[in-house]
């Protein structure tokens, strides 16, 4: 059974930094994607950063320059270091893994940026 456990979330104001780590445990192979979605009061749940096998990335307009997602394959881990945070970042921030087609998706973890 797969796992993927969030964690980094809090509240910080407006300027500041966060950190965001997603670790995907147990019989998970072939990964083909990592991704942050994140889903703000009253809107639809949103694609933030996704990073492929390859290495490339794909960003949201809104957090281009601001954010930045890694990974670590050999601990099939996805990093999200946000910026320069804006009250409009505010949401729970899900993490996504595609491993051979199949997306599993973490329980979400809590930002709160306060202006």
């Known amino acids: 059974q797969v796992q993927v456990v969030e964690s980094g979330g809090g509240l910080v104001q407006a300027g500041g930094s966060l950190g965001l780590s997603c670790a995907a445990s147990g019989s998970i192979r072939s990964i083909n994607a990592m991704g942050w979605y994140r889903q703000s009061p009253g809107k639809q749940r949103e694609l933030v950063a996704i990073i492929i096998s390859g290495g490339n990335t794909n960003y949201a307009d809104s957090v281009k320059g601001r954010f930045t997602i890694s990974r670590d394959n050999a601990k099939n881990t996805v990093y999200l270091q946000m910026n320069s945070l804006k009250s409009e970042d505010t949401g729970v921030y899900y993490c996504?893994?595609?491993?051979?087609?199949?997306?599993?998706w973490g329980q979400g973890t809590q930002v709160t940026v306060s202006s």
């Open positions: 996504k893994i595609v491993a051979l087609n199949y997306a599993y």
